[in-house]
Structure formats: C-alpha cells, structure tokens
C-alpha cells in the first residue's frame, strides 16, 4: 500500500475516531425522575421464641394477612439512547402490616386461640436498584410510553406491636424492634407527557428480618419474619 493510500484512510478513520464519541454523546437524554406511589406488599410469614423464666417454646403462625400497605418514595436518573438506556434509583420504602394469626401452633404441634390478640409490624429503609428503561420519545413533553425493570436491594429497620389480656384481664400493649432486608425485582409502565410521568408497577419480593419484643413478667419474644411474593402499585412524579 502507498504513502498516498495510507493517507487517504487514516486520515477519514481517525476524523470518524474523534467525532463518534461526540455523535454518542448528542445521542444520549438524561432524565431525572422524582416519584411517589403507593401499593399492595407481601406480608411476612412468622415464627416465634418465646424466652421466660420457665423456659422457652417455638410457634409457628397461622392465618396471617397475605398482604400489607407500602408507600415509596424515590429519585431515578436515566441515561437514554433510541434502543433505550441504563440508570439507577434510590428509594425510601415504609410498610405496614397487620399480621394477626388466626392460630399460633406450638413445636408439638398443640394449637392456641390467638385470644383477643393482635400484632401490627412496620418497616421503613432505604433501597437501591439499578436496571434498563426505554421510552417511546425521549423528549419529555412529548405523550410516550415508558418501560422500566430494576432489580433491587434494601433494608433499614422494623418494628412490631402486640395487644392482648393479661391473666388480671387487662389490656397490655408492648412493641419492640429490629431489621429488615430485601431484595428483588421491580417493573413497571409509564405515559409521559409535559413532563409529568404516571403508571403501574409490579414487582416480586423476598427476604427476611427480626424483632424483639419484650413481654409481661419479663419474657422475650423474638419474631422471625421470612418475606417472599408480589406486590403491585401506583406511581406518579416529575421528569426533569
């Protein structure tokens, strides 16, 4: 090949070399998203110790709520292209279950009334995701379709809060607290337009936490929460 010829293509590649990053660059949209939503979460299954001065006995509870309430909170930021993008989101999450047993089963498999008794379990922590949206248009004030899946991770605190009768016929209350974690995968679909976004989410959830509660007499109950299923939820924010 000619000095001529090594010219006449170096010379084209390398100008195509230095302005791709450029033309990649005016290809990608940025957005931020602040949303707010609420929605249906799966309730956790529960077993119990209970520690006293007379020993200790295991329980598995029966009949509880399949599902709680959850409010979110987050901040989404996206980087997009025509075949889509990737981008992250951080969440602030709060739920709250009632998770009243019908029955509560002892190891022996002896069955107890759960007796005017009642527990409410509430959890609030940060959570994190990171996965691939698409838009329809990728000018926010254009009317578009959004689709977005995240999977995620998160976990914060918990808190559980008893009533029940005493042996004197009393009404006692005791809460005590603990940890959550989660994790999952997250989807949901979305119109935009003037840059106000609204849609649907679905997603799937597991994990696990544990709270302590200490009862009359000085007792210890220790609830183990294991946490699998899906939930569903409304979403509406702001794009910028």
Request: proline share 4%; glycine share 18%.
């Amino acid at each position: 090949m000619s000095m001529l010829s090594v010219r006449s293509f170096a010379g084209p590649a390398l100008a195509a070399a230095l302005v791709a990053p450029l033309a990649t660059a005016e290809d990608q949209e940025r957005y931020l998203d602040l949303r707010a939503g609420i929605g249906s979460s799966p309730a956790p299954s529960i077993t119990e110790k209970v520690k006293g001065t007379g020993g200790s006995d295991h329980y598995r509870w029966d009949g509880v709520k399949s599902h709680g309430s959850q409010f979110d909170v987050s901040a989404t930021k996206m980087c997009m292209h025509e075949w889509g993008g990737l981008g992250g989101s951080l969440h602030l999450t709060g739920a709250s279950y009632d998770i009243t047993p019908d029955a509560v089963v002892r190891s022996d498999g002896t069955v107890f009334s759960t007796g005017g008794l009642d527990l409410h379990y509430r959890s609030i922590g940060p959570q994190i995701a990171y996965g691939y949206g698409y838009a329809t248009s990728r000018d926010p004030q254009d009317l578009a379709i959004y689709l977005e899946i995240m999977p995620f991770l998160g976990g914060g605190g918990s808190q559980g809060e008893t009533s029940g009768a005493n042996s004197g016929g009393s009404v006692v209350r005791r809460s005590g607290w603990g940890y959550y974690y989660e994790y999952g995968i997250r989807a949901g679909a979305y119109l935009t337009e003037r840059s106000f976004i609204v849609g649907v989410t679905g997603y799937y959830a597991g994990g696990g936490g544990r709270v302590i509660i200490d009862m009359p007499g000085g007792g210890k109950s220790r609830l183990f929460m294991e946490r699998e299923g899906f939930g569903l939820g409304v979403e509406a924010g702001w794009r910028f």
